[in-house]
């Protein structure tokens, strides 16, 4: 044993060497970026790549995106890292952003743009690969935000240790506590970022409040558990996309810009396959994430089924029309169709129509001074907690449900309007509002029992209806 560092240091460096060749993460003389935001993982991650990077020959760099949402927080973490680059004589490259007009979810809207950042520095050549610093920890997080959101096996793989594109994670069978001992051991400083305590957001309310709760009352090994889950995951995904692709090559054909698939092919499959196979034609016709939604493959595979050799079903940007034995995915919309990101807080047109939707953010306290004069009917509260995806402000679509407050049970948009005698002339452009692929409101029928905000609120999101001329 090397005497001169402690035994914890040397089995971690030992696991992340096992990582990155399992992984095959690095070729000899990579250069690579190391993102460091200044936390304990990104901090301890340069540290570690300072380590092995003469194993693999790897030339290093630093990146640090400042997201400016924190005010001088967010200042000093960028000088913290420019220090601990210069300490280390390393090049620094910081990317500043600004996301003060970005609409809809900040924390996406931040995800989106570093992401860019990132592909940025691989596609120009400054990097063969960028490194960033998700844990073990953050990938049970993930694996278990995505099952408890409805995601199937795709989304269980949760984060990726190689992405295609060449972003890496050496600690992702690391976990948090032994990276913090790591550099106490070291005595290496970090930055505590405290929006990571606040319980406004989805994610910080799995690590500080349900997981601890489930691994005292379940599984101690929970975190394992989950990302071993994940792991598997990612290997039988592997597989279908070999298989898929095999599928693919057999049974598509590409036709004018769409994508043609044997109707009577797609229904003799096993269900597994059929399904992915559908999500591959939906994104090879342009479709992305809320095209493949569950109820929209299985809305497509309903298409196929019939014994009638017509009909159509509309996806998020997409329309599966069928003739005969053929189905064809084309990027379209109905007539009138819309999708567009509300401003928060703000007030967001409805395409093509004389309507708008008001969306204001308050503290509980603030709830009794909302103007009801401003609306001209119903004005609906969210519990702004419960909101953990982008919202949308789109049109209504065939395939629609949820579950209003105060109906028992979910039930499907269209029976709404039925139920309420709405004219099949004013259902085109009816607003509803997502949280990711969950509808949280709908013009005249409210909002979800799940997100409805309650005496325990703490922060509420208003919605209202305008009419605009």
């Known amino acids: 044993m090397d005497g001169h560092r402690p035994y914890n240091e ?18 000899p003389g990579d250069r690579v970026a190391v993102a460091v935001s200044g936390g304990a993982d990104s901090v301890c991650l340069l540290h570690v790549l300072l380590d092995l990077a003469p194993r693999w020959d790897l030339t290093l760099s630093v990146l640090h995106v400042n997201h400016n949402l924190r005010g001088d927080a967010s200042q000093d973490d960028a000088e913290f890292v420019r220090s601990l680059a210069a300490g280390v004589s390393l090049p620094f490259t910081l990317c500043d952003l600004d996301l003060s007009n970005s609409p809809g979810n900040l924390e996406e809207a931040a995800r989106h743009a570093r992401l860019a950042f990132f ?31 409805g995601s199937g ?97 057999r049974h598509i054909t590409r036709s004018d810009g769409a994508v043609l698939v044997s109707a009577a092919a797609l229904a003799a499959m096993p269900l597994a396959a059929a399904r992915r196979l559908v999500r591959r034609a939906i994104q090879l016709a342009g479709g ?26 509309q996806l998020p940007g997409i329309e599966v029309r069928r003739s005969f034995d053929w189905l064809r995915f084309a990027p379209g919309a109905p007539d009138g169709a819309y999708s567009v990101r509300p401003a928060v807080p703000g007030v967001t047109r409805i395409p093509g129509t004389d309507l708008a939707i008001s969306l204001e953010l308050l503290e509980n306290s603030e709830t009794t001074r909302l103007p009801n004069t401003v609306y001209n009917s119903q004005m609906g509260c969210l519990d702004w907690n419960r909101l953990s995806g982008p919202l949308e402000l789109r049109s209504w679509r065939p395939g629609d449900q949820y579950q209003p407050m105060g109906i028992p049970a979910a039930k499907k948009i269209k029976a709404l309007f039925q139920q309420a005698r709405i004219p099949a002339w004013e259902r085109a452009q009816w607003p509803v509002l997502t949280d990711a692929e969950s509808i949280v409101w709908a013009r005249r029928f409210g909002t979800a029992a799940a997100v409805t905000a309650g005496i325990e609120s703490s922060r509420v999101l208003a919605v209202g209806e305008l009419e605009v001329r």
């Open 10 to 27: 040397i089995i971690l460096h030992d696991r992340v060497v096992q990582t990155i060749e399992r992984h095959r993460m690095f070729t």
């Open 119 to 149: 592909h940025d520095q691989l596609g120009g050549g400054a990097a063969t690969r960028v490194a960033v610093g998700h844990t073990r920890s953050d990938q049970a997080e993930t694996v278990l935000f995505r099952f408890l959101r």
């Open 153 to 249: 096996a795709t989304g269980l793989a949760a984060i990726r240790p190689v992405t295609d594109r060449g972003i890496v994670r050496p600690l992702i069978e690391i976990d948090r506590d032994e990276i913090v001992r790591f550099l106490r051991d070291r005595a290496i400083p970090w930055r505590e970022d405290a929006t990571n305590a606040t319980l406004d957001f989805a994610r910080n309310r799995i690590r500080h409040q349900l997981l601890p709760q489930l691994a005292r009352e379940w599984n101690p090994a929970l975190a394992e558990t989950l990302a071993r889950t994940a792991d598997l995951s990612l290997a039988e995904e592997a597989y279908w996309k070999a298989e898929t692709d095999r599928l693919a090559d």
């Open 288 to 313: 992305g994430r809320k095209s493949s939604g569950f109820s929209h493959i299985d809305a497509v595979l309903g298409l196929a089924a019939r014994t009638q050799g017509n009909g159509r079903t």
